[in-house]
């Protein structure tokens, strides 16, 4: 008991100021005060959105109360009982002074003392915890666009399988964010792991990182109720769950018996947690206001949390948030050998379809489902939980959906952008058409789109009120109106700005640009390269898209040019950097084969498609698009490269659209392709397949087709294939004028030289 009491020696001074940083006094005060501790908050001076925030966070009111009190003193440097007596007469609340000074007396005294520190039964506060969480996480807040009555998803029954990948060799992203292209590949790089695999195993230290939205908050209260039903961490006690963003207001509490005190005082008070096996849940790190304290521990820090924070590292724990803060904060947990460190990258197939089974209403399940199967954009992004519940809350909104409407990037964002801005900012149920024939609101969408685009280019992706000055000068009339597309942080330091979702803000950059920058600024601008096909895509003209609504905003502008800017990236980026897959991007956003466009692709000789496992199914569409119109309008590509031997349904469409018009294709392993032969001639065929074995009758059904059509072929076979004589039949037999085979060190480049060989083979064998 000797160590506990000097404890109790540094929480409870014996002065009356001290009095205020006792927890006990805080509790008991706050049970006081009830439902005139916003009045409270008022006279001493908090302001109305810090008392707002709190509101919003909690329920009770002796817990707004007691967070309002936390707030008043971490705004003062040295509250006192006065300051506070004089807020309660202003507030003819004299009871609560008498109440102020049997507190002050009382709460000193050793017995109350002894009492807050005093254990309680393992077994007791286990029982507790677990039947705390099964009741206030059995659900949660679905993962969508801030919303005043947000919906509720049953985590217990209907949570839905997340990808989660190893991210010890993950590159690190720029800042903390994903870029779209970086995201989609590393959808396509990663090979998944299993929620049971990580969670059924007990590591002393698990980092979980991942961008805004992705799901990380799911995965910890998933792990919350599978402890509770007894299903993983089977030898842990005691799991606690805390959130950064309410550890932020508690800058005084200095210890875990603190911590706990505060966050779970109907549990534990009374109880210290030492020598018992506990794990701690960390989430939202990114929002831990004195993060570069707590990973620069050399530096003198005058906050105590941190020192709270710090000591959670002597147990087990699982810590959750942004990417770039985890990698921070891996820096210091040095000192476990069992560490795990995993990234969310969303929803996996599975996740998809349980979410849109589980919470998507009946009527509209199969639109959604049909609108991912048609787009492979909106199918990938989808993976976020965030934006599958926009698409699912659109769909679930509109009578009419149309077959376009999610299929190109741009159009997916697009509709998100003017839902959020319909349902979240200004919260008006009209039509989209009518809300933005308003002027403000055309101003207002002008306003973030131009904050967007100055950060954008600027690279800030986390900015502060000074820095938008620059640029908007009416910030404090648009602040509020702000959140939802922006966050605001508040740190020790005041508050600092994010967007929520960083691909949003490219798209709103994209958007700025169109509307306010010429041709030549826009293409002269390297910061804007990434955003060349969004920009693209907002010249596309079809009527059912919502993306004409975001195209006149500046009338003082005159537009741009379709064909002429397209021409520009034709220009700059295929004839400077031959990066004709950027091409082939912009031109499927635009969704337009103009003449003048024809006229543009026909002044570049070659064209050419690949299929590799490099490719994400966005860009495997684009080539679809292009292909189709390049094709249908009698042009013919130069070369088909095929670098896979399994290709989705979407590559096989872009294989046999390829094989109806072209001179040259490669294919550089096996495939299997059942149900389908080629039936178009081709120049010149090359099978480079030397490193991998391949049966006879594999062959025979995946590439002799491909043989029979061929003028020109090229044929690198494996040494251990044992049906040479046959490929020299199929090809005796065949309309091929000319061919190389290399087999077994040699090269063979016509049928005499081949014979001889298989002859010659046959006598040795014999």
């Not at 460190?341 to 379809?353: A, D, K, L, S, V």
Request: proline share 2%; hydrophobic share 40%.
């Amino acid at each position: 008991m000797g160590n506990i009491r000097m404890e109790e020696s540094s929480v409870f001074q014996k002065n009356d100021e001290s009095i205020l940083f006792s927890q006990v006094f805080k509790f008991k005060f706050s049970d006081s005060v009830g439902v005139d501790w916003r009045t409270l908050g008022c006279l001493l001076n908090i302001k109305d959105n810090h008392l707002d925030m709190i509101n919003q966070d909690y329920t009770k009111t002796n817990e707004k109360a007691y967070f309002m009190l936390s707030k008043w003193m971490q705004m003062n440097k040295n509250p006192t009982l006065e300051e506070l007596k004089t807020a309660l007469k202003n507030m003819e609340r004299i009871d609560l002074i008498r109440k102020l000074d049997e507190l002050t007396k009382t709460s000193n005294s050793p017995e109350i003392t002894h009492r807050f520190y005093s254990q309680k039964d393992t077994s007791e506060i286990c029982t507790a915890l677990k039947n705390c969480y099964l009741v206030n996480y059995g659900k949660i807040n679905e993962i969508q666009p801030p919303s005043k009555v947000p919906a509720n998803v049953d985590l217990l029954h209907q949570f839905v399988d997340l990808c989660i990948v190893d991210a010890v060799n993950a590159q690190m992203d720029v800042l903390f964010s994903v870029e779209r292209k970086k995201f989609l590949e590393k959808q396509m790089s990663y090979t998944p792991i299993s929620y049971s695999e990580i969670f059924m195993k007990e590591k002393s230290v698990t980092l979980v990182s991942g961008i805004a939205g992705i799901g990380k908050t799911w995965l910890l209260r998933k792990c919350l109720l599978d402890w509770s039903n007894n299903l993983i961490w089977k030898i842990v006690e005691l799991v606690f769950y805390l959130e950064c963003r309410k550890l932020n207001q508690h800058q005084n509490i200095s210890n875990i018996n603190e911590l706990l005190n505060v966050f779970y005082k109907d549990i534990t008070n009374d109880f210290n947690i030492r020598n018992n096996t506990a794990m701690f849940i960390i989430d939202g790190l990114d929002e831990f206001k004195y993060l570069n304290e707590l990973v620069n521990p050399n530096l003198t820090c005058s906050y105590p949390i941190v020192n709270a924070l710090a000591e959670i590292r002597k147990y087990k724990s699982v810590v959750a948030g942004r990417v770039y803060a985890i990698d921070r904060y891996q820096s210091i947990s040095t000192e476990h050998s069992d560490k795990l460190i995993i990234q969310i990258m969303g929803f996996n197939e599975n996740g998809i379809n349980d979410y849109v089974e589980n919470n998507v209403k009946e009527e509209k399940k199969e639109v959604v489902r049909a609108t991912l199967k048609r787009s492979p954009f909106a199918k990938a992004m989808a993976s976020v939980p965030f934006y599958l519940s926009c698409i699912s809350k659109i769909i679930s909104d509109s009578n009419k959906i149309y077959a376009t409407s999610f299929l190109t990037m741009t159009d997916l964002y697009a509709n998100i952008f003017l839902f959020f801005l319909q349902k979240h900012i200004i919260k008006n149920d009209g039509l989209v058409y009518q809300l933005m024939e308003n002027e403000n609101n055309k101003k207002y969408v002008l306003s973030i789109c131009r904050i967007a685009f100055e950060l954008f280019i600027a690279n800030k992706f986390i900015f502060s009120k000074e820095e938008v000055l620059l640029f908007i000068t009416n910030f404090n009339e648009v602040e509020e109106c702000l959140f939802g597309f922006i966050e605001r942080v508040e740190t020790h330091l005041g508050y600092h700005y994010q967007f929520a979702h960083l691909t949003l803000m490219e798209f709103c950059a994209s958007v700025y640009a169109y509307n306010c920058l010429s041709c030549k600024e826009i293409m002269d601008n390297k910061k804007l390269q990434s955003c060349l096909s969004m920009i693209s895509g907002l010249f596309n003209k079809s009527q059912n898209s919502l993306i004409k609504f975001l195209v006149n905003l500046n009338p003082s502008k005159k537009s741009i040019e379709e064909s002429s800017f397209l021409l520009s990236i034709l220009d700059r980026r295929l004839s400077k950097y031959n990066d004709k897959s950027l091409f082939i991007e912009c031109f499927y956003e635009s969704q337009s084969f103009t003449d003048e466009i024809k006229s543009i692709v026909d002044k570049r000789r070659w064209w050419w498609i690949s299929i590799d496992d490099g490719k994400t199914s966005y860009e495997t569409s684009c080539d679809n698009y292009f292909v189709n119109h390049f094709i249908k309008s009698g042009r013919k590509l130069t070369w088909l490269n095929v670098d896979k031997n399994i290709l989705s349904d979407e590559e096989k469409n872009l294989l046999i659209l390829c094989s109806t018009n072209v001179c040259d294709v490669n294919f550089y392993r096996p495939i299997k392709f059942e149900g389908w032969k080629p039936k178009d001639k081709i120049e010149k065929l090359r099978i480079s397949i030397s490193h991998d074995f391949i049966t006879k009758k594999d062959f025979e059904e995946n590439f002799l087709p491909w043989i029979n059509l061929c003028e020109e072929l090229h044929l690198y076979l494996h040494d251990d294939i044992d049906f040479i004589d046959d490929v020299y039949e199929w090809i005796r037999c065949s309309n091929v004028k000319k061919f190389k085979i290399k087999y077994r060190g040699k090269d063979f480049r016509n049928l005499d030289e081949l014979k001889n060989f298989i002859t010659r083979k046959k006598c040795l064998i014999s």
